[in-house]
């Protein structure tokens, strides 16, 4: 438990003493998504009978938390490895179990600090109700979970931060963006409405918008068993590697 919460504590802090471009700027990111899309479309769209601007808060939400969670564990592994300073952490006798567990636990606290971030600046443009927030709890700490192993995945195999960019350009930004952040995936053709089903990312925003509107395009309990399976396979991978050592050891 010592080096499970020492490790814990210093990726803690490595993210929280530069709170300003780790918190604040994604911040600040979602909410001119928010004041851009919702001044455009607020009039003009509803969705499940919600406005549009209120439709699209929970899809920021979620889409920050997933995002920042992944950016925590894999700019930490992917530094760590180019300066050296992985050596310090892999000489103390950690159990991989606990250093997969500090890594997405921090990984978790970030994505976690952020949404709250983006849900209190903007919660002020409108009226943003919670039908079932253990719906939302849940999901947005499997997400977090999830893209947290996930990032640690994209540290162990890169070797240099274009690797790491590649990874983030080519995979999670069209996994985020393409989830029904901005839209129900019922508004699209019948060929993409089921291409979206392939996306994970979409049952988590679909669970965790949700809690707050009682509606959804997919039932909660399904979204919950596909996260819950993703985020067991993508674990097991992550433990696989910690456990060989691959691309740590040298």
Not at 2 to 30: N, S
Not at 63 to 83: D, E, G, Y
Not at 102 to 117: N, P, S, T
Request: glycine share 8%; hydrophobic share 55%; proline share 4%.
């Amino acid at each position: 438990m010592i080096g499970f919460l020492t490790l814990l504590e210093k990726e803690f802090l490595r993210f929280w003493k530069v709170a300003f471009q780790t918190v604040a700027a994604p911040v600040l990111t979602a909410l001119l998504y928010l004041l851009i899309f919702g001044h455009v479309l607020d009039d003009h769209v509803t969705v499940h009978g919600v406005r549009y601007t209120s439709f699209l808060i929970p899809g920021l939400v979620m889409m920050q938390v997933l995002q920042n969670a992944f950016a925590n564990s894999s700019s930490s592994l992917i530094q760590a490895k180019i300066t050296g300073s992985i050596v310090f952490v892999l000489l103390p006798p950690i159990p991989y179990g606990a250093f997969f567990a500090a890594y997405v636990l921090a990984a978790v606290l970030r994505g976690l600090m952020v949404g709250l971030g983006v849900l209190l600046a903007t919660v002020w443009f409108v009226e943003l109700k919670v039908v079932a927030p253990l719906w939302i709890i849940v999901f947005s700490m499997l997400g977090g979970a999830l893209f947290g192993a996930l990032g640690m995945i994209a540290g162990i195999w890169s070797e240099k931060f274009d690797q790491l960019a590649s990874f983030q350009n080519f995979l999670i930004m069209p996994l985020t963006m393409l989830s029904g952040v901005f839209y129900s995936i019922y508004t699209l053709p019948t060929f993409w409405q089921g291409v979206s089903h392939y996306n994970p990312v979409f049952y988590m925003i679909d669970g965790f918008r949700y809690g707050f509107f009682g509606v959804s395009d997919v039932a909660p309990e399904t979204s919950l068993l596909v996260v819950v399976a993703c985020f067991a396979g993508v674990s097991w991978g992550t433990l696989n590697l910690l456990k060989r050592g691959w691309k740590l050891r040298a």
